[in-house]
């Protein structure tokens, strides 16, 4: 007798419906804020840099903000030197290229032969934050398609 007075006194609320909604938003706001903690870690190190040289290209690289597809070939070129602060700083903006939300250049990575160079730098243990910075642009990588993963195990990034 109580439930159907329950029922027949508030008819344009259920409760089994609001609890979905609530626990619907709970889900999605809980997942929106994961995303832009992530977001922020992938970012960090904005500021950072190593020698003034370097930063000062990598600085002038960000200020133009050309598109990252466009960024890749200069990229690629800084690896290619011997100065490690080029190397890093390199690696460092492939990166941050390469953590973008929405659709990563990651395919114009690979086919523009950097994997195995920062494969190589995985083995540097004398410069552990290059081995970072290269292991978390294998990691971007290798987060893409089964065919960008297998590239990168192909390479010898696994032990």
């Given at each position: 007798?109580?439930?159907?007075?329950?029922?027949?006194?508030?008819?344009?609320?259920?409760?089994?419906?609001?609890?979905?909604?609530?626990?619907?938003?709970?889900?999605?706001?809980?997942?929106?804020t994961r995303d832009e903690t992530l977001q922020k870690k992938r970012m960090?190190?904005?500021?950072?840099?190593?020698?003034?040289?370097?930063?000062?290209?990598?600085?002038?690289?960000?200020?133009?903000?050309?598109?990252?597809?466009?960024?890749?070939?200069?990229?690629?070129?800084?690896?290619?030197?011997?100065?490690?602060?080029?190397?890093?700083?390199?690696?460092?903006?492939?990166?941050?290229?390469?953590?973008?939300?929405?659709?990563?250049?990651?395919?114009?990575?690979?086919?523009?032969?950097?994997?195995?160079?920062?494969?190589?730098?995985?083995?540097?243990?004398?410069?552990?934050?290059?081995?970072?910075?290269?292991?978390?642009?294998?990691?971007?990588?290798?987060?893409?398609?089964?065919?960008?993963?297998?590239?990168?195990?192909?390479?010898?990034?696994?032990?």
């Amino acid at each position: 007798r109580l439930s159907q007075r329950q029922k027949a006194f508030k008819k344009g609320a259920d409760a089994d419906e609001a609890r979905r909604k609530r626990e619907d938003v709970a889900v999605q706001l809980r997942k929106q804020t994961r995303d832009e903690t992530l977001q922020k870690k992938r970012m960090v190190n904005e500021g950072e840099a190593m020698g003034q040289g370097p930063a000062a290209m990598s600085d002038q690289m960000q200020a133009a903000g050309p598109p990252p597809c466009e960024m890749i070939a200069p990229l690629a070129a800084m690896l290619a030197t011997e100065d490690p602060a080029l190397q890093f700083n390199a690696t460092q903006q492939v990166r941050k290229v390469l953590s973008v939300g929405d659709n990563p250049p990651i395919q114009e990575v690979i086919a523009s032969g950097m994997v195995p160079v920062f494969v190589n730098f995985l083995k540097d243990v004398s410069r552990p934050e290059l081995q970072f910075e290269a292991a978390w642009v294998l990691t971007n990588i290798a987060s893409g398609t089964a065919d960008q993963t297998r590239v990168v195990v192909e390479h010898g990034a696994l032990p």
